[in-house]
């Protein structure tokens, strides 16, 4: 079992920056791969970015390489979404996520456990 919370979400002008963090409690977390998705108002959700049990493996969304950053720091069981040159159309519910098994592809990163998700809105 693994609970996720996360936090950092808030308020940020186009071209701000916000950094979100995911708390996961349970003994799996530095075995497993990790995940943030995305849903906005009336949208179906959107993977938005991976990262691999180790941290050496990444994998984004089109819509957000090149701006945002997935980290993890499993001393702290914690996973980071570092997110800069925001838009408009980046405001959703961000959520993290994780698999219930090992990941070999993160390209078909398969959530399973979910955390509350937080607020993201960027005002234009």
């Known amino acids: 079992q693994v609970q996720l919370v996360e936090s950092g979400g808030g308020l940020v002008q186009a071209g701000g920056s916000l950094r979100l963090s995911c708390a996961a409690s349970?003994?799996?977390?530095?075995?497993?791969?990790m995940g943030w998705f995305r849903q906005a108002p009336g949208k179906e959700g959107e993977f938005v970015a991976a990262?691999?049990?180790?941290?050496?493996?990444?994998y984004y969304s089109d819509s957000v390489k090149g701006r945002f950053t997935i980290s993890r720091d499993n001393a702290k069981n914690t996973v980071y979404l570092q997110m800069n040159s925001l838009k408009p159309e980046d405001t959703a519910v961000y959520f993290c996520?994780?698999?219930?098994?090992?990941?070999?592809?993160?390209?078909?990163?398969?959530?399973?456990?979910w955390g509350q998700g937080t607020q993201v809105t960027v005002s234009a």
């Open positions: 996520a994780a698999p219930s098994g090992p990941t070999v592809y993160l390209v078909s990163f398969e959530p399973h456990y």
């Open positions: 990262i691999n049990w180790s941290g050496s493996r990444t």
């Open positions: 349970g003994r799996t977390f530095s075995s497993v791969a």
